[in-house]
């Protein structure tokens, strides 16, 4: 057993545009509440349909999206009811149901595409990702140069006494408890995360660090983090105790 607290919470409105640091999140069966809800659909022939990605277009992360402030519990910080509000590189808002939205985003990637609202579009399904501080360290020792957190899109930060890289021998039945909730390896694609090229981007799209994602290919077997799913719902805030029961991957 490992014991430790929760560093930071982070929440990615809209897939594949910068995220938020939030003060609490509600886990439940959606993964993160109001992660990946809302996500921007490539509209070229030969995409039709698929979301766009910054596999596609590295320069979706120079836009950020968070949610606004809400007036009461149903709109919590924790759990959003409303829609994100985007910004673009100079700094101007939208609001998702803006008419103009789809058109400028469009003309800043350079595709046309279109926008959606929906639940659990995360990559591996409504799941949750969890990184861990040991390993963030680790990694930026053996690179010789630091590796900020936001390159690999986490939910959930972890600062524990594990020793760094546990997650690449974490396998089914793995537990991690945070505060009230309980999150587990278990289903279709959890486990240890295996990367993209997305964490090689800096969390701003400017510039690609090629040697990171070679790195983690040939120390990490490409691992960095755990995909978990949440089996008992509710709220978790930094600085709330952790406790993950590892199981052999």
């Known amino acids: 057993m490992y014991r430790g607290v929760v560093e930071s919470l982070f929440r990615w409105p809209v897939k594949s545009l910068r995220g938020e ?3 609490a999140a509600r886990l439940d069966h ?5 992660d990946r809800a809302y996500a921007l659909i490539d509209r070229r022939p030969a995409h ?13 992360l120079s836009w950020s999206a968070a ?6 519990e149903a709109d919590s910080p924790a759990d959003p009811a409303g829609p994100p509000v985007l910004r673009s590189p100079d700094g101007t808002t939208w609001t998702w149901d803006d008419p103009g939205l789809s058109a400028a985003l469009a003309d800043s990637y350079g595709v046309p595409l279109s926008l959606r609202a929906a ?18 360290r680790a990694l930026g020792d ?6 900020e957190t936001a390159r690999f899109r986490p939910n959930v930060h972890l600062d524990v006494d594990a020793p760094p890289f546990l997650e690449e021998s974490c396998g089914e039945g793995t537990v991690l408890t945070v505060g009230e909730v309980v999150l587990e390896v278990t289903g279709e694609d959890a486990g240890p995360c295996i ?7 800096d969390p701003h799209g400017r510039e690609r660090w090629p040697l990171l994602q070679k790195h983690l290919i040939a120390e990490h077997e490409n691992i960095f983090g755990l995909i978990m799913r949440v089996t008992r719902p509710g709220t978790v805030r930094p600085g709330d105790p952790a406790e993950l ?4 991957r």
Do not use: I
């Open 21 to 23: 640091n939030v003060p």
């Open 30 to 34: 959606r993964g993160m509440a109001g």
């Open 48 to 60: 039709d349909g698929k979301p766009l990605t910054v596999r596609q277009r590295p320069g979706m």
């Open 67 to 72: 949610y606004a402030p809400g007036g009461g």
């Open 119 to 136: 639940d659990g579009q995360q990559d591996r399904g409504p799941t949750v990702l969890v990184t861990f501080e040991a390993s963030r």
């Open 142 to 147: 053996e690179l010789g140069a630091e590796v």
């Open 195 to 201: 990367r993209c090229a997305v964490p090689s981007w």
């Open 245 to 248: 029961r590892p199981a052999a």
